[in-house]
Structures are given as C-alpha cells and as structure tokens.
C-alpha cells in the first residue's frame, strides 16, 4: 500500500491562529449545507434526549453526566456525514441526502475499528468515573437534582469534581489526540487505523499551541450545547463536524 500520509518534515506549519480559519470555514460549510448540517445536528440531539430519558426512566440519573461525557467523547464517529459534507462543498460535489447518509468511505472496515476504540475508551472513561465516586463519596446515592448541591457544598464533592476534572481531562484529551484527524483521514484515505491514529497523535505533539486552542473551543461549544438542554448541540455538533474536517486538511495537507 503507498504511503498516504506525510512526513513531519513535509507535514505544514501549524500556529494557534490557524484555528480560527478552521472554525470560520466550518461556519461557512454550515450556512451554505443549512437544511442537511441542521438536520445532522437534530438527530444526533434527538439520539442524546433519548438517551437521557431512558436513564431517567431506568432511576440512574445520577449517570445522565457521565453518559453525556462518553457521547461527546464519541462524537467524532457521529459526525463522518458531516465531513462528507464539506468534502463535497470543498469538491463542488453536489449534495444530495443519498450520499450524506450512506458515506462511501475509503476505508470503512478501519473506520468501524476505530469506532470500537472510541468506544472502549468511552466505557473506560466512565468506569473510571464510577471508581472515583465510589472511592470518594462510597455507597451513598445522589440523585441528578441534588448532584449540583452535593459537588458544590460538600467536601466529598468538592474533591470528587477536583479530580475527577483531572482525570477526565486528560483521558478526553488523550482521546481527542488519537480521533482529531484520524477520523477524516480514513474518510478520504484508504489506510489502516494505526497509521491513521499514529498520523493524528503525531499532528497533536507538532503543533500543541494550536491543538491546545482547538480542543478548548470544542470543549466550550459542547459544553455550551449542553448547557442549554442539548439543543444549542444541534448547531454546535456540525459546526464543530465542518471545522473539523478543515482542521485535517490544513494539518495533514492533501493526499
């Protein structure tokens, strides 16, 4: 198989203002691809709602947060019709329902790999979360509506949202370093998901100004969206889908 994916010494210069380019893209992508990009952004809504009210109706609110964490940690796989969008404005491709919602990848047996590794690391996360509250707050039952109360009012809590803020940084971090790019790429390259994974981490440790910057604005538009019922994600989530695949392609270049 040819090589597909650059060398650091070819790869391009990549400066924290960069980001703001990507972002701005994004936007543009989502205004002129409106009715799909919207769309794209109600279902994955919907598919959240409906997941926060089965674990309401199940009693395990307390769970809602961190089933909304592992979601967003697994939003990049969500988002593959999204970067088929761009890809096809990029292109001038026409734009039609067929083609958004049946992707021809290049390489979809390494994107449904991938897709299980973002899964594992999102069910770790929360195991991980699950040991810490047991560690901290032990048997005890806090229901979501006095969940605040607790974090902010208790020493327990206090801890509990210091380090588990810790913890869960750096697990999101390290997740997004391994998807940021290596998601696009295996939209648009036939290679396999190592290559594709080692690519992104290695896009991460070259340029970390930027990528620091652009995690943060990820960070803040997901935390924005849930902040208002999920719904603000119905713009966020492809927004930040289009600016991302910009991102892969000022930082990996063309193939």
């Not at 980001?19 to 994004?26: D, L, N, R, S």
């Not at 598919?47 to 940690?73: D, E, H, K, Q, Y």
């Not at 849930?226 to 927004?239: E, N, Q, W």
Request: charged share 10%; proline share 5%; hydrophobic share 60%.
């Amino acid at each position: 198989m040819p090589a597909l994916v650059q060398t650091t010494e070819e790869a391009p210069v990549i400066r924290p203002d960069d980001v703001w380019v990507w972002t701005g893209a994004g936007w543009r992508d989502l205004v002129r691809a409106a009715p799909m990009s919207l769309a794209y952004g109600a279902a994955f809504v919907a598919i959240g709602l409906a997941a926060t009210a089965g674990l309401w109706a199940l009693g395990l609110s307390a769970w809602i947060p961190v089933a909304a964490g592992a979601f967003a940690l697994l939003g990049p796989l969500l988002a593959v019709g999204l970067y088929e969008i761009s890809r096809r404005l990029e292109a001038n491709e026409p734009l039609t329902w067929r083609a958004i919602l049946l992707v021809k990848t290049a390489a979809p047996d390494q994107i449904a790999l991938l897709g299980l590794i973002l899964t594992m690391s999102a069910l770790a996360w929360a195991r991980i979360a699950q040991l810490l509250f047991a560690l901290l707050v032990g048997d005890s039952y806090v229901p979501l509506t006095e969940f605040s109360g607790f974090v902010l009012s208790t020493p327990e809590g206090l801890a509990l949202a210091a380090l588990g803020t810790v913890v869960g940084g750096a697990i999101a971090f390290l997740i997004f370093a391994l998807s940021a790019f290596s998601l696009p790429m295996l939209v648009e390259r036939d290679i396999d998901v190592v290559t594709a994974i080692n690519a992104s981490i290695a896009a991460v440790r070259r340029a970390p100004a930027a990528m620091a910057l652009w995690a943060w604005i990820i960070a803040v538009a997901t935390a924005v969206g849930c902040a208002t019922g999920f719904l603000g994600l119905v713009v966020a989530f492809p927004f930040l889908g289009h600016a991302t695949w910009h991102a892969y392609r000022a930082v990996m270049g063309r193939p």
